[in-house]
């Protein structure tokens, strides 16, 4: 097998090529080229895989979506839905989220109000 040495931007390219430019945003193909190069393994470029492998989440998606509203100091009786609970308590919603997906995956950094990480 041969392979070839890409770049960022050739990453990115590779995303448009699979009709996939809207699977991550740029911050978070950012995260992913630095986790693969840092890796130090040569690694076959398959977007389809990597949109299978990594996810990128909105804090209040993870904490919905992986049942931690019981990890916030969050009570509807104050008149509060979660997401407007979520947006006036960020630093400690992303705490939680943080929290979990260290302690349950491969968290492999953060972007613009979520993360990035390895499905499970």
């Known amino acids: ?8 931007s050739q990453f990115c390219d590779q995303f ?27 690694v076959e470029l398959d977007v389809v ?25 969050y009570d509807i009786d104050d008149g509060l839905t979660l997401e407007e609970y979520i947006d006036e308590n960020q630093e400690e919603a992303s705490e939680v989220a943080q929290d979990y997906l260290i302690e349950n995956t491969l968290l492999l950094g953060s972007v613009s109000g979520g993360f990035v990480y390895a499905c499970f």
């Not at 097998?1 to 960022?8: D, K, P, S, W």
């Not at 992913?32 to 890796?39: A, H, N």
């Open 1 to 8: 097998m041969i392979y070839i040495e890409v770049n960022f």
């Open 16 to 42: 448009h090529k699979f009709d996939r430019a809207d699977s991550f945003s740029y911050e978070a193909k950012k995260i992913i080229f630095d986790y693969l190069e840092e890796s130090g393994d040569d």
């Open 49 to 73: 895989a990597l949109c299978c492998e990594f996810e990128e989440k909105s804090t209040a998606d993870i904490i919905k979506d992986y049942d931690l509203e019981h990890l916030l100091d």
